[in-house]
Nanobody, 119 residues
Framework: QVQLVESGGGLVQAGGSLRLSCAASGRTFSPYRMAWFRQAPGKEREFVASITWSAGSTAYTDSVKGRFTVSRDNAQNTVYLQMDSLKPEDTAVYYC????????????WGQGTQVTVSS
């Protein structure tokens, strides 16, 4: 059974940093891209960043480029999201997810972790 467990959220002032972790278990993850999404109150869930386990190829939404860094530790089956220069508009519940099949939709999701950035 695939499990994704996020941690590391919290309350931080604008300009501060947080590092989120996503511990993955339950299958071999190397063929599948991992991603971070977020959902702010009253808004739809949006893509934030993604990474491949093998080559470490990354992708980011424009609003976080240069501020957020996604990385992975293959030995620990853990994906990270380093968030720097945080802004109040980054406030959201952050979720990690993985594809169900290679190139397929994101089928497995964690429970989410709250990030709140105060101004």
């Amino acid at each position: 059974q695939v499990q994704l467990v996020e941690s590391g959220g919290g309350l931080v002032q604008a300009g501060g940093s947080l590092r989120l972790s996503c511990a993955a278990s339950g299958r071999t993850f190397s063929p599948y891209r991992m991603a971070w999404f977020r959902q702010a109150p009253g808004k739809e869930r949006e893509f934030v960043a993604s990474i491949t386990w093998s080559a470490g190829s990354t992708a980011y939404t424009d609003s976080v480029k240069g501020r957020f860094t996604v990385s992975r530790d293959n030995a620990q089956n853990t994906v990270y999201l380093q968030m720097d220069s945080l802004k109040p508009e980054d406030t959201a519940v952050y979720y990690c997810a993985t594809r169900g099949t290679v190139g397929g939709r994101y089928a497995y999701w964690g429970q989410g972790t709250q990030v709140t950035v105060s101004s």
